[in-house]
Structure formats: C-alpha cells, structure tokens
C-alpha cells in the first residue's frame, strides 16, 4: 500500500493503517486513547492468531484448553468456562463442539447434578495447549523484550489500571470471569 505524503506520520513504520488520523479533527484524548488501544489489541490479535495457526487454534480456544488444564480433575462446566471466557452460552457450545470433534476436550456427567455436564481436557488436549502455548509465550517474548525494560514495566501498569477501570464500569455485567462451583 502507498501512503500518501500528506499522511505520513512517525507511525508509519508500526502501523500501515493510521486509523487515528482518519479521525484526527474530531478526536478527543478518550477517543483517541480508545482508538489506539483497540487497533492495538488489533494487531496483537493477528500476532497471536499467528502464532497458533500451526495448531489450529483460535486464542479463545487455546485460553479454554488452558482453563480446562487447570481443572482438569473435575473439570468445568460450559456455562461457568462461557462466562469466564466473555462469550455466549451459544458460542460456548461451538467452541466445544470444535475442541471435541479434534478430541481435544470430551463432556462428562457432572457428579453434583445429573442434569449437568462438564468439559473436560484430554491428553491430547493437554499436549496441544502446552505446545500452543510455548510457542504464542516465544513469540509475544521477541516482540516485547525489544521494549527497554523501564518502558515495559510503565506500560503494565498502565495497562492494569485501564483495565482495571474498564472492569468497574462493567461492575454487575453478566461476564464474571470466575470460576466459581455456581452454574
């Protein structure tokens, strides 16, 4: 893609799409923190989708497994991993009809409730997340350690107060993000 002149910024060389300068003239510094935060959480998204397409893994999918390692003497329920995940019982029920059908994850009765089930990791599984996740860790690893140390620290900190704002406007919205025994 050529830039124009006119839209050449220092940031050319991080982001082929300025999507903060389309909306230069009415932006304000929230819409602007807004903005560079999500074409950032953008671009780490096809980072990450990256590196795990040689497992054939969406992030979600591999932060299930991952959750599902954790609990894998007892194992979780779907709705309990949907909510701890931020997507819809429907998607959950996707998202685990995909992981079993590679047998990565099977259901089992839940011993507490007979009308429940539980998801639960396989070996497979198992050796799945831990390869995915060696090779995401690896990965993100190169791209931050090109940051000075100083830098990376201010920019964590700053990172867990934003989201640590954005969870309070959400105080009592249905994603919990628990893994609490409650169904």
Known sequence: MTIPAAYKTRADNRDEFRLLE???ESAT??????????RSAALLDRIVARSLAPFQLHHVQ?????????????GIRP??????LCVSRPNVTKLLTRLKARALVEERPDPGDGRA???VIT???EQVADDAWVKLSVDLAEIVERMPDDTRAALGALLDEFRDGLAGALQGASCAGSLGEAD
């Open 22 to 24: 389309v909306f230069a």
């Open 29 to 38: 510094p929230a819409s602007r923190l807004v903005l560079s935060t999500l």
């Open 62 to 74: 591999l932060n299930a497994l991952m959750l599902l390692k954790n609990h894998r003497e007892r």
């Open 79 to 84: 709705s309990v991993l949907g909510d701890f």
């Open 117 to 119: 089930v539980l998801a």
């Open 123 to 125: 070996p497979a599984g």
